[in-house]
């Protein structure tokens, strides 16, 4: 179990959020443990809980309270019309390409006379920078439309303003802040993000995919092109969403919700090639498979070649070279994994070696692949519980990518060494960073000193929303939970508890020895199957000798040669002391 091979210390705690739970209950037609698990999810007024049960697509935010949204519209919509060459300038993960995908179908759909240009991770470097500017002012492009990107290019605007382009600006990153407290904005002729300290829109953490998607519905309004046309690219939004681990909640959730629901329908044969070279089913894809399945696939490209890879293959008519592209792309994922697991291997050697007492974890692996860092400081943050930056040598100087806690803002704290730096940018969970090799020594010496951080901060947190007997799960509660899907960031999957139950006939299944089945028995002699996901030899003779174990569980129904059952899955075990 991953949550059992990390280093840090785990401590169980209970959701304590009060309210009415058998109004709620009768209000909503619910079970009142269902009521109690949306208020954890802090939903707790009447139209955030309809929402939450009930949002569909028309439920979705106009994109008019995005700042600068009509004037981005009307920019377009006369450059459309006039025949000026327009460029997307995209980024190289998954949201940037979704989001690049976004604009230019709905460029295509408007009559508009558009490209694209995806930076290279090693090359280019994040966002739109200088060399992309001037190719693009020699190609004649007049107008420079970015997605996921740009909103922190304030050098990089200007030179294109000076150069006579047009630009718009859609991004979703945070913005940096002047002395006064005011948002540092590039020139640009309309900056659509909502972030803005000037914006009107209800729900400001959504990704660029999806200020993609509403841009795209503004323009399709402003052309008179059917809003089905709109919808059917939901997916994509919702691909995104998932991709850059925004929070499953309020609009994301609704989109996120709605989107899986198309793929069963898509028409893109991209798509639906990497859904089948996955061996899945389009029809009861969640957002777990496109965060740890698709999403990877789509990202591979952008790692370890081009993106441009992932966006050919979304933008593919034809299913040869869908197939083609899909099968390219779940290649270098694999042979990202293998890297993936080198580098891991190397960053926890180094930091039990050298950093184990260090509050913020900076580790150098030169030789990683720099598109790797982000993933492998996530696994540090997972095994240590700390927020972890991995540093690798690039052709000017060392990039690396960070992975936070809750308890550290990690933009925050790079705009603290900024004299450091010669370029970051991010969010308070994850941020992107280049500086000189010789300031790594001093960027992790600051950046331990300004950390505010105490043990208890380095603590896990395993959050148990009902302590449930065995006895009251049933297929109805099951199918009822069901209805809170999608689970993920912000909108966890539910987890329940019990303590004190027997262990009868214990088996290590899988050829990897990666799972066990047990027999669970409550203190009133109820008894249900538990399964267990992880190493599983190691927990079988964990149990040995033990009278009784305590659980963190999720119920399902397991279902085998026509008979379904009742079983528990094991997130989370402890042994009681005696």
């Known amino acids: ?295 990877p696939c789509l990202n591979a490209g952008g790692r370890l070649q081009t993106a441009k890879t992932a966006l050919k293959l979304l933008m593919a008519e034809d299913p040869v070279t869908a197939d083609h592209l899909a099968g390219e792309l779940k290649d270098l994922n694999e042979q990202r994994k293998d890297m993936t697991l080198k580098g891991t291997e190397e960053a926890i050697a180094q930091v039990e070696e050298c950093f184990q007492d260090d509050r913020v974890l900076v580790v150098f692996l030169p030789d990683c692949h720099e598109s790797l860092a982000g993933i492998v400081a996530g696994r540090l943050r997972e095994k240590f519980q700390k927020p972890s930056f991995v540093l690798t040598r690039s052709e000017e100087g060392v990039k690396g990518s960070g992975r936070s806690i809750e308890a550290y803002h990690m933009f925050e704290g790079l705009v603290e060494v900024k004299d450091l730096l010669t370029k970051f940018g991010g969010h308070p969970m994850a941020a992107g960073l280049s500086l000189p090799e010789e300031h790594v020594e001093e960027f992790r010496r600051r950046l331990n000193e300004n950390a505010r951080l105490t043990e208890e901060d380095f603590i896990r947190k395993v959050w148990i929303d009902v302590p449930m007997p065995l006895e009251y799960i049933n297929e109805s509660l099951i199918q009822e939970l069901e209805r809170l899907e999608p689970f993920g960031n912000g909108n966890e999957k539910p987890q329940f508890a019990q303590k004190d139950l027997s262990v009868r006939n214990v088996r290590v299944l899988g050829k990897n020895r990666n799972a066990v089945r047990l027999s669970l028995v409550t203190p009133g002699g109820f008894a249900m199957d538990g399964m267990f996901f992880g190493e599983g030899a190691r927990f079988a003779e964990e149990l040995a000798g033990k009278h009784s174990i305590d659980i963190v569980y999720y119920p399902t129904v397991n279902e085998y040669n026509g008979n379904r059952t009742l079983q528990a899955i094991i997130k989370e075990y402890r042994f009681p002391e005696t």
């Open 1 to 295: 179990m991953a949550d059992r091979q990390t280093a840090a210390p785990s401590q169980w705690m209970m959701q304590t959020k009060r309210a009415d739970f058998t109004a709620i209950a009768e209000n909503y037609h619910i079970s009142p443990v269902t009521a109690r698990i949306i208020r954890n999810r802090d939903v707790v007024e009447t139209e955030e809980i309809e929402r939450y049960l009930y949002g569909t697509i028309s439920d979705l935010y106009s994109p008019d309270l995005l700042p600068d949204m009509e004037k981005a519209v009307k920019i377009l919509k006369e450059k459309t019309e006039s025949g000026k060459r327009i460029r997307v300038v995209g980024d190289y993960d998954i949201d940037g390409v979704c989001s690049t995908y976004i604009l230019l179908t709905a460029l295509k759909e408007t009559g508009a006379f558009g490209d694209y240009r995806i930076p290279d991770r090693i090359k280019d470097g994040y966002g739109i920078n200088e060399a992309i500017i001037q190719q693009a002012f020699e190609d004649g492009v007049d107008t420079i439309l970015t997605c996921d990107n740009g909103i922190a290019a304030v050098e990089q605007i200007r030179m294109a303003k000076e150069l006579g382009m047009t630009v718009i600006i859609t991004d979703h990153h945070d913005i940096q802040k002047d002395g006064m407290g005011n948002d540092i904005l590039p020139a640009a002729d309309a900056v659509v993000n909502p972030k803005r300290s000037d914006s009107r829109y209800p729900y400001p953490e959504i990704c660029g995919g999806m200020v993609a998607y509403k841009l795209m519905r503004a323009l399709y309004e402003a052309f008179g092109i059917p809003l089905k046309k709109w919808e059917e690219m939901l997916e994509f939004a919702a691909i995104a969403t998932v991709g850059d681990v925004m929070k499953l909640q309020d609009e994301n959730r609704i989109v996120v919700k709605e989107g899986l629901k198309r793929i069963g329908q898509t028409r893109n044969l991209g798509l639906l090639s990497l859904i089948e070279k996955n061996n899945l089913n389009p029809e009861t894809l969640t957002a777990y498979h496109i965060g740890f399945v698709i999403g």
